[in-house]
């Protein structure tokens, strides 16, 4: 005991003990966290295909767009909440599915000179991450886009219409999508050059989507 009444021998030990415990609720509340985050429940979602729609389009002549669709395609996803943060998406597209409303170009679309739909019969979108996320709930996914043996991480614009419950009682959630790619990046290369300058078909694909994904029960 010094002369001011104070033990400094206890008081470092307590000290060391009150330090000790503090890093003990640390570690056990990063842990307890992480351990939360890993177990935190994941809400999973499918495509309702019935009101659905994913479009293409391309200018032609470098005047005016021609616009197609992929009209079977399946998503998948899951998020750890109704607000879509850490979203994980997966989606697919049937190549043979490819439709413009013109025969003979959709033949050709699906030929070797573009996509080689009897070869590499899907494309594919894998997601990798959301961010930009603003108070309405639109936000930015980012994911890989493969088309034929070509990978590309992409940036979609995703604009979240709402939550509603349908007359079933299914909880569904709608998105409007879009997204722009340049084809010769997937190896798309085929063109035609015009006698003003220009070229038949552009490298600017644009992409656009309304989704609607419903709750699994």
């Given amino acids: 005991m010094t002369a001011g009444g104070k033990n400094p021998v206890g008081f470092q030990q307590s000290e060391r003990a009150r330090i000790h415990l503090l890093a ?3 570690s056990f509340s990063d842990d307890s966290f992480t351990f939360q985050t890993m177990i935190m429940p994941t809400i999973k979602w499918s495509l309702d295909s019935s009101h659905s729609k ?31 943060t850490h979203l994980q998406l997966a989606f697919t597209g049937k190549m043979k599915s490819l439709n413009t409303g013109n025969h003979q170009r959709d033949i050709h679309l699906k030929s070797v000179d573009f996509f080689d739909a009897d070869h590499h019969p899907e494309i594919r979108f894998i997601s990798s991450k959301v961010d930009s996320m603003d108070i309405n709930g639109n936000f930015m996914l980012h994911g890989d886009l493969t088309i ?3 990978t590309v991480n992409i940036p979609v614009k995703v604009e979240f219409g709402g ?24 190896g798309l290369h085929w063109n035609t050059m015009l006698e003003s300058g220009g070229v038949l078909v552009s490298d600017e694909v644009k992409i656009t989507g309304e989704i ?6």
Avoid: C, Y
Wanted: proline content about 1%; charged content about 30%.
């Fill in 24 to 26: 003990l609720f640390v």
């Fill in 54 to 84: 994913i479009q293409f389009k391309v200018k032609h002549l470098m005047i005016t767009h021609v616009t197609g669709s992929i009209d079977e395609f399946s998503i998948n996803a899951s998020a750890e909440d109704e607000k879509f």
């Fill in 148 to 150: 034929k043996d070509t």
């Fill in 163 to 186: 939550l509603a419950k349908d007359p079933w009682g299914e909880t569904k959630a709608g998105f409007t999508i879009s997204a722009s790619i340049n084809r010769k990046d997937f």
């Fill in 212 to 217: 609607e994904l419903v709750k699994d029960k």
